[in-house]
């Protein structure tokens, strides 16, 4: 991945122009279109808080990160901005910008609000998939004057479109060079199977916490990996939603989430205080 500079100790972070493309699209409405230099800049310091280069609670100076990068100041300023709109980024009056610290509470609270809102998601847009795919194969059945009995089997079945791209995420994570390209693809792939939930309220919601999502992963992995497990679920939950069972594409989901929270951050026993200290994405 290029480095657009080096620190003095001979060390840059990777400014990446096609992480996640879907996620880019989206935001700007065009497949494929060159990425502004805010967005890669947005880029560039995203995966490095990501992977790790840039640490919870370390400040992040604008003309620092300016020429690191070698851009203008205006650029970065914006690139804070869309960042600490996110989640992964504080804004102080006094001592400016840093890197956001998650503790355990905090990264409970953001799985806990998944987990009420994420399987209902991903189960409408099952059966919103399921239901268009029906009445696309019915009409071009009648429009051939096909018989009901001459329909070929798996007529009515989901769409394949959103799936197909759940599945190149997946493989994006798989071929993924670091936990922060890793966790991005994940949360691409969440994203696809909530996308079409029909209710555009609920997908900005889901979205919001998105980069929470990413950070709390690449921590929780640095303390114990476990990706591969997930790796294993993501497949079962995108098997459910291609198959149209819409109850168990939301059932996979909720147990995945509920999984992943319980292996790395347990609520504490009834009555007892939650953890006071903050993460560290120091390997053990």
């Known amino acids: 991945m290029p480095y ?26 065009s497949t494929g279109a060159a990425p502004s ?30 020429q690191l990068l070698g851009v203008s100041k205006t650029p970065v300023r914006e690139a804070l901005k869309t960042l600490a709109g996110a989640g992964l980024v504080t804004m102080s009056p006094y001592r400016g910008a ?14 806990d609000l998944r987990l009420l809102l994420e399987p209902e998601a991903v189960r409408r847009a099952v059966q919103a998939s399921t239901a268009q795919a029906g009445g696309v194969q019915a009409s071009t059945a009648q429009a051939g004057g ?19 791209t ?40 889901l979205d919001d916490l998105r980069d929470q999502t990413a950070l709390v992963s690449v921590m929780s ?14 497949r079962a939950i995108l098997a459910a939603a291609r198959s149209g069972a819409a109850d168990e594409a939301a059932a996979l989901p909720h147990a995945h989430i509920a999984g992943f929270a319980g292996r790395h951050f347990p609520e504490p026993a009834r009555g007892a205080p939650a953890p006071a200290t903050e993460w560290s994405t120091d390997a053990d």
């Open 37 to 66: 230099r805010t967005e890669a800049v947005l880029d560039a310091i995203k995966h490095a808080i990501l992977a790790g280069e840039l640490r919870p609670g370390q400040g992040l100076v604008e003309t620092e990160l300016a």
């Open 221 to 234: 992995w640095e303390q114990g990996a476990s990706w591969q497990q997930e790796a294993a679920e993501h």
């Open 4 to 29: 657009a500079s080096e620190t003095a100790s001979g060390r840059g972070f990777p400014v990446s122009t096609s992480m996640i493309p879907p996620a880019r699209s989206f935001l700007n409405g």
């Open 166 to 205: 759940a599945q190149a995420a997946l493989a994006v994570s798989d071929a993924a060079a670091d936990q922060a390209q890793r966790s991005l693809a994940n949360r691409e792939f969440h994203r696809t199977l909530y996308l079409a939930c029909g209710n555009s309220l609920l997908v900005k919601t």
């Open 98 to 111: 840093a890197v956001r610290a998650i503790d355990p509470a905090s990264a409970a609270a953001i799985y």
């Open 146 to 164: 096909v018989r009901a009995g001459g329909v070929q089997a798996g007529a009515g079945g989901p769409d394949e479109g959103a799936w197909t």
